[in-house]
């Protein structure tokens, strides 16, 4: 453990400490009174959990006097009377600035000093802290602190366009699942995700970090990677939409301005210059949790909308046909990075078999193409009662009249020349899509 970190927080735990003998601890008589040992026992536990040393210090006392608590909240204008607040929320008071529900100040604990300085030191290291309490059974403080090493072994993941660190030790297992199995996985009141004889709560990456990114399992046929994490408390399957292999990376700090945020550990500087962040995932699912146990409501899952809704939130699908593997790659991704799921066809021959099993919400035609150009894709499409309808953007080098008339002729809605302007086609399919609708 890093020796700065271990010199700060020897203070604050001297104070829970002196905390738990003071407040604590009931007299002698009192424990006899209620069952319990003449002696109080005060237990200080370290352990590793991934990339976080966790300190629990508890208590066999009366525990905190939740009404208490309340009352001096209530004083303090920190609630309003009547305010529906469960147990858990209100114990989260004590951790405010001057909040004390002492009688009188002392020379063993506090000395009138709060148990804000101890939460707000915790917070200074990056780490976070927790209270559980039981009338009449006891008290238990749960301090996460980040296990800083200088040197460290990651993954790195892709997450959309976006690259991530997640040290190795933080992981339990990496596997791959089809993205039908994954679709399944996602869908309202769907079974937990399995393996070897373990069940795991499967999330996408780019939900637990809250960026608006949704799984591209539209198009794909090959496995994507899923990634393993287990606490004491939770087990998560975290999938991801490609690996970056395996490398040593330097830790950096990433400073006071970052270290409330949630899920990240710190930052480490590539080769190449880039600047990668390294998450925690237990972190951020202990968030997650815990969010889900204030609101008292499940947070939405990945395509779980509502019935009436469902059209309207699913992500435009565009299919791209051309035959340059360049033009396909740079098109998907400027797509995608949009919030559009993407297919893509090679030549005019691909686009139509796969429009046999999937209709897309738009095209994207190239002309010049082996085995079947863009004329005659755009042709049997519009001949086509299925898809008549479906809106045909053509992107082409050939920007002479005589092919922008043919193509019109045709029945192609949109005519763009090569290279496309990327706001102008961005528009575009949002105002064919949005009339198509």
């Known amino acids: 453990m890093d020796r700065s970190v271990l010199e700060r927080i020897v203070a604050p735990l001297e104070h829970m400490l002196r905390n738990?003998?003071?407040?604590?601890?009931?007299?002698?008589?009192?424990?006899?009174?209620?069952?319990?040992?003449?002696?109080?026992?005060?237990?200080?536990?370290?352990?590793?959990?991934?990339?976080?040393?966790?300190?629990?210090?508890?208590?066999?006392?009366?525990?905190?006097?939740?009404?208490?608590v309340r009352r001096k909240a209530l004083e303090r204008g920190l609630m309003i009377e009547g305010a529906d607040l469960s147990d858990h929320e209100v114990l989260q008071f004590i951790l405010e600035a001057g909040f004390?529900?002492?009688e009188q100040v002392t020379q063993i604990s506090g000395r009138g000093v709060g148990m804000d300085v101890v939460h707000s030191e915790v917070k200074q290291l990056g780490g976070s802290m927790g209270i559980e309490s039981k009338q009449g059974v006891g008290t238990r403080f749960l301090i996460r602190l980040p296990f800083t090493v200088s040197v460290n072994r990651a993954l790195m993941v892709y997450s959309g366009e976006d690259l991530y660190a997640i040290p190795l030790n933080t992981i339990e297992g990496i596997v791959r699942v089809s993205p039908y199995?994954?679709?399944?996985?996602?869908?309202?009141?769907?079974?937990?995700?399995?393996?070897?004889?373990?069940?795991?709560?499967?999330?996408?990456?780019?939900e637990l970090l809250n960026n608006g990114q949704r799984p591209k399992l539209v198009g794909q046929s090959l496995p994507l990677p899923v990634i393993l994490v287990r606490s004491n408390e939770h087990s998560v399957a975290v999938q991801v939409d490609s690996l970056a292999g395996s490398r040593e990376i330097v830790v950096k700090s990433m400073g006071p301005q970052f270290a409330t945020v949630p899920g990240i550990s710190g930052a480490t500087i590539l080769g190449d210059g880039r600047v990668v962040v390294i998450l925690d995932l237990l972190a951020t699912i202990r968030v997650l949790h815990a969010h889900l146990l204030t609101q008292q409501q499940p947070l939405r899952?990945?395509?779980?909308?509502?019935?009436?809704?469902?059209?309207?939130?699913?992500?435009?699908?565009?299919?791209?046909?051309?035959?340059?593997?360049?033009?396909?790659?740079?098109?998907?991704?400027?797509?995608?990075?949009?919030?559009?799921?993407?297919?893509?066809?090679?030549?005019?021959?691909?686009?139509?078999?796969?429009?046999?099993?999937?209709?897309?919400?738009i095209m994207l035609l190239d002309i010049e193409m082996p085995r079947m150009d863009g004329f005659e894709v755009a042709t049997l499409v519009r001949h086509d009662e299925r898809l008549k309808d479906l809106p045909i953007i053509m992107i082409t080098s050939r920007t002479g009249e005589k092919h922008r008339d043919r193509a019109m002729a045709i029945g192609v809605n949109e005519y763009l020349g090569k290279p496309y302007q990327e706001s102008l086609l961005l528009e575009t399919i949002q105002q064919l899509v949005t009339h198509h609708e």
Do not use: C, W
């Open 20 to 68: 738990a003998v003071d407040h604590g601890i009931e007299a002698g008589p009192q424990r006899l009174a209620a069952g319990k040992p003449e002696q109080g026992s005060i237990r200080l536990e370290l352990t590793r959990e991934g990339g976080d040393i966790v300190l629990a210090l508890s208590d066999d006392g009366a525990g905190i006097n939740i009404e208490a």
């Open 100 to 102: 004390s529900t002492a």
């Open 181 to 206: 199995e994954l679709e399944a996985y996602y869908q309202p009141g769907a079974s937990r995700f399995e393996y070897a004889g373990q069940t795991y709560e499967l999330r996408y990456l780019g």
């Open 301 to 361: 899952l990945i395509g779980e909308d509502q019935p009436v809704d469902v059209e309207i939130d699913r992500p435009t699908l565009v299919m791209v046909v051309d035959d340059s593997v360049t033009v396909r790659k740079v098109t998907s991704r400027l797509l995608e990075r949009n919030g559009m799921n993407v297919l893509t066809a090679k030549d005019g021959v691909d686009a139509i078999t796969q429009l046999q099993e999937r209709k897309p919400d």
